[in-house]
Every structure is written in C-alpha cells, then in structure tokens.
C-alpha cells in the first residue's frame, strides 16, 4: 500500500512540473531538515515553505531525493491547518519552472500521513533518548503529551520501550505523579500493553489524592501559622509550624510568609547557616538539584551568634517560590554555603522540603484569592 502511494505521488510529480536540474545535496538536507522540524512542531506555516521547496525542484533524476520529498508530501494531512494547494502556490512564485497547476492533493496523502508521521517521531525519539547525556524525563513527558504519537510494532519501538521501562523501574511507588507521566509515555509507545494503561489509571487516582489532600492542608495550613508581628508598622512573618523555632539548632532552607502592615503578602525563601566550631564567613551559595546547580540570588548575608554561630539570607517575591519549588521537587537538594576560605554542605531533609511544599500549597491558594 505504501510502496503504491508513493508510486502515485512520483508519477503525479512528473506530470505536474517538468524536469529541472537536482537540487545540491546542501539545499536537500536545509529542505528535509525543515520539513522534519515543521512536523515535529506540528507549524503549519513552515511545513508548507519546507514543501514550496521541495515541490519547486520538480522532477528528480536521483530516485532516493524523490523519496525524500514523497515523505516530507505525506506529512501534510498530520498537520492541522497544513495544504499541499497552499504549498504549490508558494512553490509557483519560488521558480518560472514550477507549473501553478501541480496536482499533488491533499487527497493523495491522506491514507498514508500517519505511518510516516510515527515514524519520523520514533526514530527521532529513540535517538535523543539513547544519545550520551540524555535529558531522559524530559523525553518522557514530551512522549505522555503528545497524543497522536502511537507507533505501529517494530524493532524500533521494542528498543524506545525497553529504555522507558528503564527509567520508570527505580521510581519509588510514592513519587505518584512520576511514575503517571512514565506510564502514560509507556502507554503512547505500546498501548496494547494493558499493564501500563492500569498502572496510569492507578497513579493518576494517586495524585489526584495527594492533590486533594494538600489543597486540605494548604487551607488550613494559614491559620496554624507561628506568627511574629512588628509593633511599630504591624508587619508580620509566619513560619511552618513544623519549620525551625530557633535560628541556632541547624542548618536549614524554609519559606515564610510575609504580611505587611497593610495587608500585601509575598513568600521568603530563607537560607540558615549554622555551627558550633566556628564562622564560616558566608559570602554566597549555590544549590544543587538533581544534579543542576543553581545559584542562590541573594545580595547580603548576615550573621549573629550566643553559645552558637548562625549566618543566614533570604529572597523575596517570585524568584523565591520558582526556586524553592525547584527545591520541593528535587530527589535530591544540596545546599553549598561558601565562606571566605571554606564551605559547607547542607542536604535539604525531607522534613524541609515537605515544609516548603506545603508552605507553597498554601501560597498558590492564598494567592489566587
């Protein structure tokens, strides 16, 4: 069937324009290049400039180049908004040589769009997910979005399933919404697999509870705030009840609320240093999350001491809430206080980051009021 639609488009190409000297193998690979990028976008308008340019060239003498553009012809009834009239207009004002009148029709690409479709996406995914450094999760949300991606049984397919399957083994049960996004690409990749359809299903119902649960918190969470209140301007901050009480017990990162005297509130994100051996002299920090580091954004760092030195800084605003939900998300956070001549490491506890997860719950709800 494949092999008799591309015949058709050859033979249809041939009437349609005349012969004209092949392309250079440079404007080829430009051309395939951007018809392939325009598909993987789903851009209809530089779909159809990649096409103008193929259809411009008119017959070809290389056969293997032919097929190039049969392919590229056939993706245009998977692009919404996409037409092969539209695209031999444009190729008409490319060229004198190019006939106005090509007959290639959307009509002719239509029974066979999809198959190259998956295709181009599977090979192009199989490729970034096993290439040196792979941003692995990245690929799988971008596989569980797209819910036109469902390629048929192949070797290829076989190899993009085994590396998801991968990835979603070592997941512990309870990071609920990970495992949904993994199971859900695992679903687009072979959804006669009844397994990962289940296990969706299954942490879907999950996350869905722990949402609830921490909207629940969230709105009750205001009013257990600890709150400390200026006398002067009536300002006030509030932290976790569960967040540290004294500054000199530990290191830690948190977020406060912050109230002023005349009602506007906004998220501290706080940075603690502390130790019993002496100053560190904090000058910066740098966060590490999962391997990423981030510097913390803070211009000053102050410090205090009794029988304990502690040295802290904080940052306001949204800055503040992106970072610290950077923080909440991560597997793994590690805090790096630089001093004069040393540093210290802190590894975000759990404890801090449910804190901080909470404490942002709450936030988005008392934000969107």
């Known amino acids: 069937m494949m092999r008799n639609f591309l015949l058709g488009l050859t ?26 990028d325009a598909f993987l976008a789903r851009d209809a308008e530089a779909y159809m400039d990649a096409a103008a340019s193929m259809i411009a060239w008119g017959s070809l003498q290389n056969a293997d180049w032919s097929r190039e553009v049969e392919l590229c012809l056939a993706f245009a009834d998977a692009i919404e908004g996409a037409s092969l009239d539209t695209a031999r207009e444009r190729a008409a004002g490319l060229s004198d040589a190019v006939s106005p009148t090509s007959a290639l029709s959307e009509e002719a690409a239509a029974p066979q ?78 959804g006669e697999n009844q397994t990962y359809v289940d296990k969706a299903a299954s942490y879907e119902q999950a996350v869905e509870a722990e949402r609830e649960q921490l909207q ?104 503040a809430v992106a970072l610290a939900r950077k923080i909440a998300d991560a597997d793994r956070a590690v805090i790096r206080f630089n001093g004069q001549q040393f540093y210290d490491d802190y590894v975000v506890s759990d404890g801090d980051k449910r804190v901080i997860r909470e404490m942002l719950a709450m936030w988005e709800v008392i934000s969107a009021e």
């Open 11 to 36: 033979t249809t190409a041939l009437i349609a324009f005349p012969a004209s000297a092949d392309p250079s193998q440079q404007e080829l690979d430009t051309a395939r290049s951007e018809c392939r």
């Open 113 to 190: 769009a999809d198959a190259p479709a998956a295709d181009t996406r599977l090979a192009d995914l199989l490729s970034r997910i096993e290439a040196d450094g792979a941003d692995v999760e990245a690929i799988v949300r971008e596989i569980a979005a797209d819910t036109t991606f469902a390629p048929p049984p192949s070797p290829e397919r076989d190899a993009l399933e085994a590396a998801l399957n991968t990835y979603v083994r070592p997941i512990p049960a309870a990071q609920a919404e990970r495992n949904l996004i993994a199971y859900q690409a695992l679903g687009r990749v072979n």
């Open 216 to 319: 629940r918190t969230a709105r009750a969470l205001e009013g257990r705030l600890v709150r400390t209140t200026a006398e002067f301007d009536g300002s006030s901050w509030g932290r976790h009840p569960s967040s540290p009480r004294f500054q000199d017990i530990r290191n830690y990162v948190t977020l406060y609320l912050i109230e002023s005297g005349s009602g506007q509130k906004t998220m501290e994100l706080f940075f603690n240093y502390t130790s019993r051996n002496g100053w560190l002299f904090v000058e910066s920090a740098s966060i590490n999350t999962d391997g990423e580091t981030t510097r913390v954004p803070v211009g000053q760092w102050f410090r205090d001491n009794d029988t304990e030195i502690w040295e802290f800084a904080s940052m306001r605003g949204d800055a």
